[in-house]
């Protein structure tokens, strides 16, 4: 099993009753008791996402939300009218995701599959969501996962990804040097880390895109960075 896949089955073994019984499961943290600063860059970075979203998306379309985890966005959009469509490698956020919708009455599919074995949800897209997943993926194999995208997307789609900002501190700084140059070759480290994998920049984005996808507009937080594409 993939190292990332076991990392999140862990985590959702973990915290599933949290979730399920959390209030608020969107934004749920580690400390989302304490509402501590986990969960306050939390919920502003899915405040960021869902303003995004809605300032693009319209209802009418279903929204395909690739990596979408115990259902964050997907249960906002989910609250808002919109159909959605969720898959993720992990089929403990999957069964999550999936408990959740059925707890509120939620409309939703949800399928553990991994793109990049070429398994697909079935049916195009004119709407798709790539949120905090990129950086997941090794560089090696992101072109080729933006290309199982591109056979997903409905012509003229848009795609919406966002990848956490890699700080200007000096520590953050180093830590992402570390990661392209030494720990993302190491099963001991990308099974133990949330992001052992170099997070992609602009230059990066333009390249696992180019013939695919034209990126529309950016917009750059303290954060996090979000890229909204279409398809070409």
């Not at 990392?7 to 073994?13: A, E, H, L, T």
């Not at 979203?53 to 989910?78: W, Y």
């Not at 069964?95 to 793109?115: E, P």
């Not at 990049?116 to 090696?140: A, C, N």
């Amino acid at each position: 099993m993939n190292n990332q896949v076991s990392y999140y089955n862990r985590f959702g073994k973990q915290f599933e009753q949290n979730i399920l019984d959390c209030p608020e499961p969107a934004v749920w943290t580690t400390d989302y008791a304490e509402k501590g600063r986990v969960y306050q860059e939390m919920k502003t970075r899915v405040a960021q996402q869902q303003t995004l979203i809605t300032e693009r998306f319209i209802k009418e379309e279903p929204v395909l939300d690739i990596g979408c985890g115990f259902g964050r966005q997907a249960f906002l959009l989910a609250q808002q009218g919109f159909s959605v469509t969720g898959t993720d490698t992990s089929d403990v956020f999957i069964d999550i995701a999936t408990k959740l919708f059925d707890k509120y009455g939620y409309k939703g599919k949800f399928y553990c599959i991994d793109l990049q074995k070429g398994e697909m949800p079935g049916g195009s897209f004119k709407q798709i969501l790539l949120l905090d997943v990129l950086e997941h993926i090794k560089p090696f194999q992101r072109r080729k996962f933006i290309k199982q995208i591109f056979q997903l997307a409905a012509p003229g789609a848009q795609l919406i990804i966002s990848l956490p900002h890699v700080k200007k501190r000096l520590s953050s700084q180093v830590n992402n040097r570390i990661r392209k140059g030494i720990t993302q070759h190491f099963s001991y480290f990308t099974s133990k880390e949330e992001h052992p994998y170099p997070i992609p920049d602009k230059s990066d984005i333009l390249k696992y895109i180019q013939g695919l996808f034209r990126i529309e507009s950016e917009l750059v937080s303290p954060e996090t960075d979000y890229f909204v594409l279409r398809k070409v």
